[in-house]
């Protein structure tokens, strides 16, 4: 493992809009594919995620600073919304985590609604953990008994076939909602 792709990861999840679920699977499946011992995998991957998701929250804090944000922030249902996040807090980051589409604006969140520090620190440690590591013991169960690089060499020759069965399980998805809105 090098520092720089550490660094990728932790790029990729701050600033482009893939998942992060991906971007860790894509990194976890080449560290396995490559041999790399699961718990120096997972201990990468965790400092990393912990390290961006810290990003988010800082962020937040330093948006929160801005004379227009702290002018917006007064609003009563704003109140309402740090009452909550003071209350419920450390639950909502730690649940967050395994949520997609909550998991960046919470962080955002809780550094513009000046979310206790520690608290936070705490939540994001414990919740990274555990994020990490069910990726990681899952990427490295599948690459036990399939192999990623099989995997990895697999699925670039087979992407058609792959973004085509996805396209058909939404399609059948989306079918079945509309068919049961309208007719059900």
Known sequence: MIIYELLGLAASIMFTPISDDVLLLGQLGIWMSKNMNPYLAWISSWV???????????VGRFFRELPLVKR?????????????????GVGAVMVAFFIPGIRHPIHYVAGILKFSTKKYLLANLIASSLYTGVWTFMVYKLDQKVGMKFILLWLPHHLFIVLSCLAFLISCIIFYKWKRNHYG
Do not use: D, G, H, V
């Open 48 to 58: 990393t995620i912990f390290i961006a998701f810290l990003w988010f929250y800082l």
């Open 72 to 88: 917006w922030m007064a609003r009563k249902w704003l109140l309402k919304a740090e009452y909550y996040l003071q209350r419920f």
